[in-house]
């Protein structure tokens, strides 16, 4: 692999010109390379928030008003690839001012969110204008399926596909052979006559060796799926129940091989009562197009009737030529899917397992057909509950199946959930182990990247290394901060001596300190880490900073390292650990969750403090907590949301989504997909204490 250094510089000779008036932002160890390897290039000046004023590698650093007078035309902002929108957010509008265009290292262009434009059908489609034709009418009908009713599932054939599963031990081919068969059997029947749910299952008896009773057990599986899955679209119940206090008569309309008896039963467990009529094709033996509605018309004799259903075509002008006075067309969830910026998601669809997280997704964040008029194509995240539920916990659920498949393969003895990201982990795996066997001893483990390099330097190089890591502040709150030292074991200045120099003359210092937090450590997790000698480590994106301190402390035990993401250290390459998304350079393209992993390092957290080291018997000590109780509030929140989410996967064993869709259904916070309502963004500072380093918690997500 092509060491960071090299990738840095090539990148950027690749991706910027010589005749580029250019100010780079940043001033990390990549910064220098370019700076010392590209001299041909008109590199004019450095920026960084905190260090403007100052000059680096022969450079002025400057703010983005310095820079413009400079007459410079490209920002390269080298940072990784989390820390890119953050910075560019800062900068942005004073660029977007000057005319100054920014780039990342790999050369795209970073753009201020445009406003998105959706079809002027949805700006139109609002429930005032629902309600004003409902005034005016003397009957309203409803279509029922994709209008009244949603389902869960992405496609409504889905069903049959679960039914196959779920029956696959009574029926003598295949769940696909049976999915297929029940799909034409139903084509079949309809380019005869408008079939019941009866009609096509004894088509299917025709086809295949089932006797009555297995055909009727596949009629009840199917009804009952179909109870399970579908639900009401609520602003349009709430429309319904709007009518039903106007004293409007209200009635149903579809084409549909389910009976009038089975489709009042799942009207009324989705909140639908007061009904007069069900018009249902597959009984009145007519469809939309072939005369439906006239048995509407015929039974309403003399009232003024509107329509509401989601089909241009078989709702709406259907509709017209059949005598209906009025209609009101509202969009189905598939036809918003198709017009909102999340119809990329629609790639995932070739698996069931893929198909069912989807629906049970757009089902919800697109159950409001009005919902474009506002939103102009994005969803809305209406709550913390929400951000956890929808949004989270999928990506969770598939790591932990992963996480338990490769500690098993390695025969992994104790699995350590590192605190604080460890929390919500350890939570789930409580749920899941209500439902299913565990296959691996697991515990919450307190570790911190502070207590772990405390404990864990043991040599002079591992302390010049901890030396050598982010940290925003001086030598001496470096040492402080990170080391613990107090003002009496800080050693007087030198004139003359570099940062470095200081830094290194409290070596023996800090190394001494070390023993002593290395036994308190040791105290704390004799009873977790026992006997075992094959540990597994749980971190969520790291280079392994705690895992490198703890084999230091513990080296009689063999340890392997199962990340979310590994962020590439040399210093940490002799580190045994296996990452969920692919190990890169943090300059490369990254996983959708890499680029908020900052935001989510906030959620993958506990409700205690920092830990600050373990007392002389082993038990935990903790920093004075600096976070807001409003913030905590949200994050129990959010945790709420994604552990009830996972109780309901568990309990109705629904599958576990593949490790990309779980990435792009968390990638849905971006604003440019959705209009964020939670409360858990506004306000709220995030703090790295190791790094002495602090983000708008609402700057992090792109």
């Known amino acids: 692999m092509i060491d960071e250094a090299k990738f840095v510089e090539d990148s950027f000779r690749r991706n910027f010109n010589l005749d580029d008036c ?32 100052e000059s680096e590698w022969g450079l002025p650093i400057l703010s983005v008003d310095e820079v413009n007078e400079r007459a410079v035309n490209k920002i390269v902002i080298i940072a990784t690839a989390a820390n890119v ?19 990342n290292i790999e050369g795209t262009k970073q753009e201020i969110k445009k406003e998105y434009k959706v ?28 209008t009244l009713l949603v389902r869960k599932t992405l496609y409504p054939t889905d069903v049959f596909e679960i039914v196959g599963k779920r029956c696959g031990s009574i029926i003598p081919v295949s769940v696909s052979d049976f999915y297929k068969l029940r799909i034409e059997c139903e084509r079949k029947l309809y380019s005869e006559k408008q079939p019941t749910i009866y009609d096509i299952y004894n088509e299917i008896q025709r086809n295949i060796d089932i006797d009555d009773e297995v055909k009727k057990k596949l009629i009840e599986c199917e009804v009952e799926i179909e109870k399970e899955v579908l639900f009401a679209r609520e602003s349009i119940l709430d429309l319904w129940n709007y009518a039903l206090s106007k ?25 639908y009562t007061g009904m007069e009529h069900v018009f249902v094709s597959c009984e009145i033996g007519k469809s ?13 004799l003399g009232k003024k009737i509107l329509h509401i259903g989601d089909n241009a075509d078989a709702d709406i002008r259907c509709a017209y030529e059949q005598g209906i006075d009025e209609t009101f067309r509202i969009s189905s969830i598939y036809k918003m899917i198709d017009d909102s910026r999340l119809s990329e998601l629609l790639a995932f669809e070739s698996m069931i397992e893929e198909r069912c997280e989807l629906g049970k997704l757009f089902s919800k964040i697109f159950n409001d057909p009005f919902l474009f008029s506002e939103t102009y194509g994005r969803c809305v995240v209406k709550d913390n509950y929400s951000i956890g539920y929808y949004f989270i916990e999928p990506m969770l659920a598939a790591f932990i199946e992963w996480i338990l498949s490769e500690c098993q393969k390695e025969q992994i003895e104790m699995l350590l959930l590192g605190a604080r990201d460890g929390f919500i982990i350890e939570k789930l795996l409580d749920v899941r182990a209500d439902y299913t066997e565990n296959v691996i001893p697991y515990s919450y483990f307190y570790a911190s990247r502070y207590t772990c390099t405390l404990a864990g330097v043991s040599s002079e190089d591992d ?28 050693l ?21 300190n070390a023993q002593n937090y290395r036994e308190r450590y040791r105290e704390y997790a004799e009873n977790i880490i026992g006997r075992h000698k094959k540990i597994g480590f749980f971190d969520f994106v790291s280079s392994g900073t705690c895992q490198l301190w703890l084999e230091n402390i513990f080296p009689e035990s063999k340890w392997i390292g199962y990340y979310f993401i590994k962020t590439l250290d040399k210093y940490k390459d002799k580190l045994d650990i296996r990452s969920y ?20 390092e906030n959620i993958m957290t506990s409700y205690e403090a920092t830990l600050k080291g373990f007392s002389s018997d082993g038990l935990p000590v903790f920093e004075d907590d600096k976070r807001e109780k409003c913030y905590l509030k949200a994050v129990q929140e959010i945790h709420r949301g994604i552990v009830d989410a996972y109780t309901e996967r568990m309990r109705e064993k629904q599958g576990i989504p593949s490790i990309d869709l779980a990435d792009e259904i968390l990638n849905i916070l971006n604003g440019n997909y959705s209009v964020m309502r939670a409360d858990f963004f506004e306000g709220n500072k995030l703090e790295d204490e190791f790094c002495k380093r602090t983000f708008d918690l609402k700057s992090v997500i792109e």
């Open 85 to 103: 929108p953050v910075i560019f957010r800062r900068i942005a509008k004073s660029c977007e001012n000057y005319g100054i265009s920014v780039y």
């Open 581 to 600: 998304f692919k190990p890169k350079y943090v300059y490369e393209k990254q996983s959708k969750l890499y680029k908020n992993y900052i935001f989510m």
């Open 22 to 53: 250019i100010a780079i932002y940043g001033l990390g160890k990549n910064t220098k390379v370019i700076v010392e390897n590209c001299p041909e290039y008109n590199i004019v000046a450095l920026m960084d928030r905190n260090r403007t004023g």
């Open 247 to 271: 004293n409007k008569k209200i009635c149903c309309t579809s084409d549909m091989y389910l009976t009038e008896k089975i489709i009042r039963e799942l009207l009324t467990a989705a909140g």
């Open 119 to 146: 079809d002027d059908f949805y700006i139109s489609c609002t429930e005032q204008k629902a309600k004003e034709k409902i005034d005016e009418c003397d009957v309203v009908s409803f279509d029922i399926f994709d």
């Open 463 to 490: 302390v010049k290394y901890a030396f050598s890591m982010a940290f925003e502040g001086s030598a001496k709150e470096m040492l402080m901060g990170r080391f613990a030292l107090n003002e009496e074991e800080l």
């Open 492 to 512: 007087s200045e030198i004139q003359g001596e570099t940062k470095n120099q200081f830094l290194e003359r409290h070596i023996p210092i800090i190394l001494r």
């Open 288 to 300: 939309k197009s072939s005369g439906l509605f006239k048995a509407v018309k015929k039974t309403y």
